[in-house]
């Protein structure tokens, strides 16, 4: 009986039957740990490159608002992954994002990338934004082993808009009429509202960059040009005085000539047949040549800066001269005598910006139209041969088609809309076209009432759409209302508008972190 008990004992002990079940429920603990690891990591790689790219972003968003730390520092948070910010995901929670802002010498020496005062908080002189985030990545699997979530961070540096990038040819056209011989009262400067304006130009040729590195900016041959600039007034004055702008120490003012078309009847904009007759002449600096009925382009000016290097303007330059960037010369002044028509002065801007382009391959073109937007000059308008459209009595009366004496506002918007059009050298976009509406008013565009392109537009709009994009456009009175900016920052200030203008010729770039 004993025997048979312990017979019994070990059949039960050699019986297998079941222990494979066992063995395949631990296995599959075993497998579903490791996928379960697995799946995370996924997840945890996934949520570090959403990491990633959004603090990149945010550290370009800062860059792109530099020097004004207050509204980078707004922006970076704004393009952070933070909960309701513009790069949020539910990969990511917990995140903390900190902007520091920094001077790199390494940018200033390598891209001539200077460090700029900064106008908001914190205070100092910055040309870089560094921005670390971090964040928790929630496992779906950890919990298993007791880690619930992943602790990530990330960092990205981005240099300010600025610096050597593509060159450009920069057409500046100025508003000389009547309106800008009035005191500006203090909101810009002290002077006449064109002595204002003339701060603006200024502050612009600082941050531009005349030729190549190595070399002594001057306008003869030898001299590689990188960012060539010219000077466009209207009304046209009599080509033969223009120099009086930069004579110094002349006190001269060039004889204001009317808007006048050569032959109405048969010309057309790309034949020239529409433009000012030799003797007349929108572009101050350089001053076109002109003999025997011909107007003779000559380069844009590449001399307003020494070097590539130099901190102050060039005092021996014509056009820092025409800008009144030289002590003891007034340089441009407004001096009206004609009313306000843009038109023929974009059109002949975008034919000197064309030959420009055409002797400098590879440049862009680029066009800052100031003014205040009211374009009223029909008792201005003259054609030598023919009838100008929007005059007399015949089919043509009512034409707003340029050139014309009504639907002035629409014409310019027309003007600026081909000029951004117009390939460039490189088959891409066109002219870049800049606004700055200095002083409008509510109304104005009193020609574009009844007959336009664009019936019934105010000066305020016709600004507006003349620039190439709605970020092109400026207005120094943005914060008041009376004609708001799409910028996301609202510059009120001209030499704001001029030195913002010249940053966004250029772009804000990521750099290797560490880079000092």
């Not at 046209?236 to 078309?261: G, H, L």
């Not at 002065?345 to 975008?350: F, L, P, S, T």
């Not at 966004?504 to 880079?515: A, E, I």
Request: aromatic share 8%; with cysteine.
């Amino acid at each position: 009986m004993k025997l048979h008990k312990v017979t019994l004992f070990r059949r039960l002990l050699k019986d297998t039957r079941g222990q494979s079940a066992v063995m395949m429920a631990v296995s599959m603990i075993a497998f579903i740990g490791i996928a379960g690891i697995t799946v995370d990591l996924g997840h945890a790689y996934v949520a570090r490159q959403q990491l990633q790219n959004s603090t990149d972003v945010a550290a370009l968003a800062g860059a792109a608002a530099l020097p004004n730390t207050t509204t980078a520092t707004t922006q970076v948070t704004a393009y952070s992954a933070e909960t309701g910010q513009k790069s949020a995901t539910p990969n990511l929670t917990n995140v903390t994002i900190t902007p520091t802002f920094e001077c790199l010498g390494t940018l200033t020496a390598n891209m001539g990338l200077g460090c700029e005062a900064a106008t908001g908080s914190p205070s100092g002189n910055y040309n870089a934004v560094k921005v670390l985030q971090t964040a928790k990545v929630p496992l779906w699997f950890g919990g298993m082993f007791h880690v619930p979530a992943f602790n990530l961070g990330a960092t990205a540096t981005a240099a300010m808009a600025g610096g050597q990038n593509t060159p450009w040819n920069i057409a500046i056209v100025l508003d000389a009429t009547q309106s800008m011989t009035d005191s500006d009262g203090g909101l810009q400067c002290t002077g006449t509202r064109e002595s204002c304006a003339l701060l603006g130009v200024q502050a612009l040729l600082g941050l531009m960059y005349p030729c190549q590195a190595g070399q002594t900016c001057t306008n003869t041959t030898g001299v590689t040009p990188v960012d060539s600039v010219s000077i466009f007034l209207f009304p046209p004055v009599e080509t033969s005085q223009a120099k009086d702008y930069y004579n110094c120490p002349s006190s001269s003012i060039p004889t204001i000539e009317p808007y006048e078309f050569q032959n109405v009847t048969t010309g057309t904009i790309s034949n020239g047949l529409l433009n000012l007759p030799y003797t007349s002449t929108y572009q101050i600096v350089p001053t076109p040549a002109g003999t025997s009925g011909n107007t003779i382009a000559i380069p844009f000016a590449h001399d307003y800066k020494t070097s590539d290097t130099a901190t102050t303007l060039n005092s021996g330059s014509q056009l820092v001269e025409a800008a009144g960037g030289y002590s003891g010369c007034t340089g441009i002044q407004a001096k009206g005598g004609e009313g306000t028509y843009y038109a023929q002065a974009i059109y002949a801007a975008q034919a000197a910006l064309i030959a420009q382009q055409a002797a400098n391959p590879g440049s862009q073109n680029a066009m800052i139209i100031l003014g205040d937007g009211d374009m009223n000059a029909s008792s201005g308008l003259k054609a030598d041969t023919g009838t100008l459209n929007g005059t007399g009595s015949g089919s043509n009366k009512n034409s707003y088609a340029y050139p014309s004496a009504v639907g002035q506002c629409g014409q310019a918007i027309i003007a600026a809309q081909s000029a951004a059009a117009f390939p460039n050298a490189n088959g891409v976009s066109g002219t870049r076209v800049f606004t700055v509406g200095y002083g409008i008013a509510s109304g104005g565009c009193s020609t574009d009432a009844t007959y336009s392109a664009y019936k019934g537009i105010s000066a305020c709009t016709a600004m507006q759409d003349i620039a190439s994009s709605a970020g092109n456009f400026y207005s120094d009175e943005a914060s008041t209302g009376v004609c708001p900016s799409a910028n996301e920052v609202n510059f009120t200030k001209l030499v704001q508008i001029f030195q913002a203008i010249a940053r966004g010729l250029t772009t804000p770039r990521l750099v290797p972190n560490g880079t000092t």
